[in-house]
């Protein structure tokens, strides 16, 4: 049995500063959300769940939530279906121009958002195609910020990956669809699962592409969130970011139960 090396000393606690200050900003939304006071401050005047009550009264921040989720939904299906394919392709084929074209695939993670956002604003302006301000021309910069996501853990589960297994399947008669219903979705369903559930967090929290191309009569909790509080710090923001907080660690815990970190951990998004 091989023996794990000690983590040296300046590392762990690197590792535990990097820790405090990822989940610093967690603790004082939660806290501020459950503020007791009338105005949105840190630390808390009391602890009190009237603004989780006002969140689920707002006419502002819960269509915004629902609208979010929907929109979160529909991309991680369209994200999920695409990067697959997308990644299947990549991984099983030889072709001219390979790299270049994952390269393509994976340019969403290298673009700043807000280049990204304003860049298929134009598209859209000068397409013709009616995208503009709609759901589906919203629904399509999502795909194209969270599909990367997908390609990567796609790829990883595909790492190592046997192909005489689908052989001697198509061997023994299976054809294309059973063999990849039996042998190749049970070895890329990890990755699927983890790809389907990032995406679904980062379209949930996107706000650059959205901020270009939502329509007039909605808006995604990003946009709400940042609309409210450019002139008012209305406590009721924070408690919808506890919502959007338990959405991300309820998220997590399934990427956690049904793939395998480690495997993800070393995905190679380039």
Known sequence: MRRERPVPLIMSALAMVSLVLLLAPVVVVILAGLNAGDHLTFPPDGLSLRWVVAFFQSGAFLPAYLFSLVLAVCTMFFSTTLGTTIALVLARNEFPGKQMARAFFMAPLMLPGIVLGLALYLFYLSSGLGLIRTMPGLVIGHVLVTCPYVIGTVNASLVGFDKSFEEAARSLGAG????????????????????????????????????????????????????????????TAAAAGIFAIFLVVVSMLITARFTNLRKLANVNFS
Do not use: M
């Open 176 to 235: 294309p669809i059973k063999t990849f219903r039996a042998i190749t979705l049970p070895i890329i369903s990890p990755g699927i699962i983890a790809g389907s559930v990032f995406s679904f967090i980062v379209s949930f929290g996107q706000f650059d592409v959205s901020l270009f191309l939502t329509p007039p009569d909605y808006n995604p909790l990003p946009i709400a969130l940042y609309s409210s509080l450019r002139y008012t710090f209305e406590p």
